[in-house]
């Protein structure tokens, strides 16, 4: 009998162990399990959907305790930043307000905590959990934070989209004022893992990421500094970047090696952007 009782206990120990440990699994813990937009296309109809500014920050991820980047690397913002985050996880941008990309890359990549903190704001946009839609999960973020108000954080408003026309007149209106884009969200979307057809991104370009492979001499009035970058996509293509430089940047241009950001319209056959401009070094990666 003690035998029977011993072994009943085992197994419910283990089917208790193998439920709390499925109960983890099902929530997004590391950066290649957050949710990703894909880019927008005209033939899709997001009308009924959320659309909210796409802010140029760095990713942040709150798992209740501490923070992380995108790429799952430990961020140390100090007690006061954090002191009024919610025991559940957050996704959001740590933002600094628009045109501030690079003074919050270097914020946030110092491996101590800092007051230079406490000049971002932690700008909410969901709620990593697996089994409610998006507007559910975005109202529980906005019902902690009524009742526990921070300095540093907000949940990032949203408003319906009537239709393509309102779509388009609000990312007129968002680049007017610097902002980057938008990004859309279907209201009933769960939370999952990678690029999702159901957050989408809205720009009136696309972006990518290169490799920088060479510098090419500028001719006229870019004599004796930059004319071109040469770069590398990760498959290989090859093409020139000769435009969206400051002269400051001619004179001292990204390095080799190092990997940046551009605009571009399409592809031709070949597989080059057509029309590549430069946007910025990407001083965010090993972020």
């Given amino acids: 009998m003690n035998a029977q009782i011993t072994l009943s206990l085992k197994i419910s120990s283990i089917v208790s162990l193998l439920l709390y440990g499925l109960m983890f699994w099902s929530a997004p813990t590391a950066a290649s ?3 990703l937009p894909q880019t927008y296309n005209k033939n ?9 500014e796409k802010l140029d920050g760095v990713r942040g991820y709150w798992d209740g305790k501490q923070m992380f980047s995108k790429n799952g690397g430990r961020l140390f ?3 006061e930043f954090i002191r009024d985050l919610p025991p559940f996880a ?8 628009r045109n501030s990309f ?6 946030v990549r110092q491996q101590q905590q800092h007051n230079g903190w406490l000049r971002l704001m932690f700008a909410i946009f969901d709620v990593p959990e697996t089994s409610i839609g998006f507007r559910a999960r975005l ?8 009742t526990h108000p921070s300095d540093y954080a907000f949940v990032i408003r949203q408003t319906r989209v009537r239709d393509p026309e309102h779509l388009m007149r609000e ?5 007017g004022l610097g902002g980057e884009g938008l990004i859309v969200r279907k209201p009933d979307a769960l939370y999952t893992a990678g690029r999702s057809t159901e957050i989408l991104k809205v720009k009136n370009y696309q972006d990518a990421e290169a490799t920088v492979v060479a510098h090419l001499p500028g001719k006229g009035r870019n004599k004796g500094r930059l004319g071109a970058l040469l770069v590398e996509l990760a498959d290989g293509t090859r093409f020139k970047i000769g435009s969206g430089f400051s002269d400051a940047e001619r004179e001292t241009p990204p390095p080799t090696g190092s990997i940046i ?3 571009f319209y399409g592809n031709y056959q070949s597989g080059i952007p057509k029309f590549p401009s430069f946007l910025r070094v990407r001083s965010d990666v090993g972020l």
């Fill in 90 to 97: 957050l996704d959001g941008e740590l933002w600094g307000g």
């Fill in 44 to 52: 899709t109809d997001v009308s009924g959907w959320l659309m909210s």
């Fill in 139 to 146: 109202a529980r973020a906005q019902d902690w934070f009524d």
């Fill in 33 to 35: 399990e957050l949710m």
């Fill in 102 to 107: 690079e003074q919050t890359v270097s914020i």
């Fill in 261 to 263: 950001s551009f605009k």
């Fill in 171 to 175: 990312l007129q209106r968002i680049e």
């Fill in 77 to 79: 913002p100090p007690n």
